[in-house]
């Protein structure tokens, strides 16, 4: 019996799987494999999916609930799963439940943190010892967003988005338009009329401003939905794409203006009012086990 399982209470949370928004996002050129060199900057909301894992002694890997359209062997916490027992020998299983609220194909990560959160909980619950770092380059095998949910703090990235450096961006009111369409990120990535030869830009011009995402024009032509979430935001603060999209979201310099904004969008778009944060909701969970463990 593995030293968590006298600890029944840990397994019996729930863990916290938080969407990111890409505050901006430059691409500045391309790798051999053809996957994209970028600049971001990543910052966690807290709006969840929320995990729970059941222990199980046979060496086998499942969910209680699959999501449409994902069968349960490609569901990247099943995955996440197997490449941690791939990688430790760990002979016992997990079954996996998913509470789900993030949207799928809305550039808020939702598949990514999912995988994170599996990381980082099992690897934990599981008692493995690996470090966060090694967490990082595992998840990135299973998607170029999943490092920075194991890193755990608002970032600027690099490379695919796997070089992460971190930083403190304003933690601000903001309003998320989820548009009726899921957005597909390779079909973007592999459109012929995408930029991919910004200059790339310091953390100081982002500061002063530069906000731009380049996957936006491409996006924004080939789904009209998002671009009328983005003209709806508009009237309110700057509206900005995240990720490939479809989500579009504007920040704002108090709850108050957050909040007019919301009640004026929300009769007609589905939106979520949220709050940026620099540390992972994630990592405030494993402290608080850490801490009564
Ligand atoms: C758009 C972002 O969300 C910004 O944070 C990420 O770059 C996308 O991360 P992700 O959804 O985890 O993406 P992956 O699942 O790794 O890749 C999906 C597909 O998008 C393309 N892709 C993705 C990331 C990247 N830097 N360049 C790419 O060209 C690849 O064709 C890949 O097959
Ligand atoms: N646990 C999971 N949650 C969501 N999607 C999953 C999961 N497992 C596999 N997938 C697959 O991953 C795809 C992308 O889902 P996700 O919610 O991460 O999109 P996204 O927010 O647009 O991601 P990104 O911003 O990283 O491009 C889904 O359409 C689905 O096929």
């Not at 968590?4 to 990111?20: D, T």
């Not at 970028?38 to 086998?60: K, S």
Request: hydrophobic content about 40%; aromatic content about 8%; overall charge negative.
């Amino acid at each position: 019996m593995t030293e968590m399982r006298n600890n029944p209470s840990a397994w019996a949370e729930k863990w916290p799987a938080p969407a990111k928004l890409n505050l901006m996002l430059r691409i500045t050129g391309r790798r051999d494999d053809g996957y994209h060199l970028l600049q971001t900057v990543f910052q966690f909301i807290d709006l969840c999916d929320w995990i729970t894992f059941h222990p199980v002694d046979e060496d086998r890997v499942g969910l209680y609930n699959t999501l449409p359209g994902v069968a349960e062997a490609d569901d990247l916490t099943v995955r996440a799963a197997q490449l941690l027992k791939a990688e430790t020998g760990y002979a016992r299983g997990v079954r996996i439940e998913v509470e789900k609220n993030l949207p799928m194909g809305g550039g808020l990560g939702g598949g990514s943190s999912d995988a994170a959160t599996t990381l980082v909980a099992l690897n934990h619950l599981w008692g493995l010892g690996l470090t966060t770092e090694r967490l990082m380059q595992l998840g990135v095998r299973l998607g170029a967003d999943v490092p920075v949910f194991v890193f755990g703090q608002a970032a600027w990235g690099e490379g695919v988005g796997e070089q992460l450096q971190a930083i403190n961006v304003p933690e601000c009111w903001t309003v998320v338009i989820r548009p009726d369409c899921h957005v597909n990120t390779g079909e973007i990535f592999s459109d012929k009329g995408l930029t991919r030869d910004s200059k790339s830009i310091r953390i100081v011009d982002f500061t002063a401003g530069q906000h731009q995402n380049d996957c936006l024009e491409v996006v924004t032509r080939r789904y009209g939905a998002v671009k009328d979430a983005l003209g709806a935001l508009s009237e309110f603060a700057e509206g900005r794409l995240t990720g490939t999209g479809a989500c579009v979201f504007a920040q704002f310099d108090s709850e108050r203006s957050a909040r007019s904004a919301y009640q004026a969008l929300a009769g007609k778009w589905q939106c979520y009012l949220v709050r940026g944060v620099n540390q992972s909701p994630l990592y405030a969970r494993l402290g608080a086990i850490k801490h009564t463990s």
